[in-house]
């Protein structure tokens, strides 16, 4: 059965500047060596709009890329826990599924957490490093208490960001829960029948992002819209009996495509194609060095800058690092305030509401221009922030601050 029919005179119709595939003789700078995928925005996102991100590891890359876009975003990291440690990583829809059971629903959060020994124990439904990070029990309680505290921000959230990540899911027979980490091969080793690898299929995913999408709207504030993409991050390794690159090819291809139905079916739900403009990317530019698997992150900045324009007045985002950056290198000092204090005027926002990175280069040229006492409190806003930030660090102390 088609996803979609359209009349012959409405696909003719429909041909435009973008309907062929770009050749070095025609549009070849539209995919080389930055691929830009042209879509329509399916509404509109205002600078008051609260946005929330959920998903893998690129979901926070994401929404690093929308707060330094000076986009309002909930979705912090959240309290007691490391910026590197992504504990709201979710790898899966059936993951996700099983968290907004326990932050709306009731469910019972504590039945993903497993004892390591006596005096230590994890949480497999938390994510990135902070998962791995065994604790008392009665620590990771406290911490699983403060991770389904930062999922319920939803309610205050206009805009869902939604990034799909993989198909291998775990089952807890146990407690009959889909959880998102394989258990510890010791944990699997000690309970040989508890635990039960699951390849999501084209309809498991749809019903999962369609229960999303239904909690979410009786959630989130009247009106939500929905931002989705597939992730671009490939499996970093398959359980299956098979290539990793063929398990990842199954993995993305399925939940592309059950995506474009959901998209198709729901005008609340835009795609957004980050997935293909990084994947389309001559690999120098879309992988980190040491990986070949995560975004770089000036990838993610370009691609997000890109795909928000498109909803949001280009005049409201803030301006972006890297324009920042080539007037700091070439120590441009009176452009950086200029432009930082138009963009402030423009928004009614003071320096110290903006983005950790306009502060950073703001009060740079701030102390460079002599305007030591307004550059410390930006300074510590910026260390505050970023506590990796060493620059910021390092100046502040030189002046005092």
Same mark, same amino acid.
């Given at each position: 059965m088609p996803i979609e029919v359209i009349s012959g005179r409405d696909a003719f119709a429909s041909i435009n500047k973008f309907s062929r595939w770009p050749h070095p003789g025609k549009d070849g700078d539209r995919y080389l060596p930055h691929p830009t995928v042209n879509h329509k925005a399916g509404f509109a996102i205002s600078p008051e709009d609260k946005l929330f991100t959920i998903g893998s590891c690129f979901a926070r890359n994401v929404e690093r890329a929308l707060v330094a876009l000076g986009l309002p975003v909930l979705s912090s990291i959240v309290d007691g826990t490391e910026p590197g440690e992504n504990i709201t990583n979710k790898y899966t829809t059936s993951s996700i599924v099983h968290d907004l059971r326990v932050a709306f629903d009731g469910a019972d959060p504590y039945a993903t957490i497993n004892d390591i020994n006596e005096n230590s124990a994890i949480n497999l439904t938390f994510g990135g490093m902070g998962a791995s990070k065994a604790n008392s029990r009665a620590d990771i309680e406290t911490q699983t208490d403060l991770y389904y505290e930062t999922?319920? #921000?939803? #309610? @205050?959230t206009d805009v869902v960001v939604l990034t799909l990540g993989l198909v291998e899911t775990w089952f807890d027979t146990k407690f009959g829960i889909y959880i998102n980490l394989a258990p510890p091969p010791r944990l699997a080793k000690a309970n040989p029948d508890r635990f039960q690898l699951h390849v999501l299929s084209y309809d498991d995913i749809r019903s999962d992002v369609l229960e999303i999408l239904s909690t979410l709207r009786r959630e989130c504030r009247p009106g939500v819209r929905f931002l989705v993409t597939v992730s671009p991050v490939p499996l970093a390794a398959t359980f299956r009996n098979q290539d990793v690159l063929q398990a990842n090819a199954y993995s993305k291809a399925v939940q592309r495509a059950a995506i474009e139905t959901i998209v198709l079916e729901n005008d609340d739900v835009t795609y957004f194609p980050s997935? @293909?403009? *990084?994947?389309?990317?001559?690999?120098?530019? +879309?992988? *980190?060095?040491?990986?070949? #698997?995560?975004?770089?992150?000036?990838? *993610?900045?370009?691609?997000?800058?890109?795909?928000?324009?498109?909803?949001?007045?280009?005049?409201?985002l803030a301006p972006s690092k890297a324009v920042l950056f080539e007037m700091t290198k070439a =120590? #441009?000092?009176?452009?950086?305030?200029?432009? *930082?204090?138009?963009?402030?005027? =423009?928004?009614? =926002?003071? +320096?110290?509401?903006?983005?950790?990175?306009?502060?950073?280069?703001? +009060? =740079?040229?701030l102390a460079e221009t002599g305007k030591i006492a307004d550059a410390v409190p930006l300074l510590r806003n910026v260390v505050a922030a970023l506590s990796w930030h060493e620059s910021a660090k390092a100046l502040l102390a030189k002046l005092g601050g």
């Amino acid at each position: 059965m088609p996803i979609e029919v359209i009349s012959g005179r409405d696909a003719f119709a429909s041909i435009n500047k973008f309907s062929r595939w770009p050749h070095p003789g025609k549009d070849g700078d539209r995919y080389l060596p930055h691929p830009t995928v042209n879509h329509k925005a399916g509404f509109a996102i205002s600078p008051e709009d609260k946005l929330f991100t959920i998903g893998s590891c690129f979901a926070r890359n994401v929404e690093r890329a929308l707060v330094a876009l000076g986009l309002p975003v909930l979705s912090s990291i959240v309290d007691g826990t490391e910026p590197g440690e992504n504990i709201t990583n979710k790898y899966t829809t059936s993951s996700i599924v099983h968290d907004l059971r326990v932050a709306f629903d009731g469910a019972d959060p504590y039945a993903t957490i497993n004892d390591i020994n006596e005096n230590s124990a994890i949480n497999l439904t938390f994510g990135g490093m902070g998962a791995s990070k065994a604790n008392s029990r009665a620590d990771i309680e406290t911490q699983t208490d403060l991770y389904y505290e930062t999922l319920r #921000r939803l #309610r @205050e959230t206009d805009v869902v960001v939604l990034t799909l990540g993989l198909v291998e899911t775990w089952f807890d027979t146990k407690f009959g829960i889909y959880i998102n980490l394989a258990p510890p091969p010791r944990l699997a080793k000690a309970n040989p029948d508890r635990f039960q690898l699951h390849v999501l299929s084209y309809d498991d995913i749809r019903s999962d992002v369609l229960e999303i999408l239904s909690t979410l709207r009786r959630e989130c504030r009247p009106g939500v819209r929905f931002l989705v993409t597939v992730s671009p991050v490939p499996l970093a390794a398959t359980f299956r009996n098979q290539d990793v690159l063929q398990a990842n090819a199954y993995s993305k291809a399925v939940q592309r495509a059950a995506i474009e139905t959901i998209v198709l079916e729901n005008d609340d739900v835009t795609y957004f194609p980050s997935f @293909e403009m *990084v994947t389309l990317s001559a690999p120098e530019h +879309a992988w *980190v060095d040491d990986d070949y #698997r995560h975004v770089r992150p000036d990838t *993610v900045d370009r691609i997000m800058r890109f795909v928000v324009s498109q909803y949001v007045s280009p005049d409201s985002l803030a301006p972006s690092k890297a324009v920042l950056f080539e007037m700091t290198k070439a =120590k #441009r000092w009176s452009d950086v305030v200029q432009t *930082v204090e138009a963009y402030c005027g =423009k928004m009614g =926002k003071q +320096a110290q509401a903006q983005p950790p990175h306009v502060q950073w280069y703001y +009060a =740079k040229a701030l102390a460079e221009t002599g305007k030591i006492a307004d550059a410390v409190p930006l300074l510590r806003n910026v260390v505050a922030a970023l506590s990796w930030h060493e620059s910021a660090k390092a100046l502040l102390a030189k002046l005092g601050g």
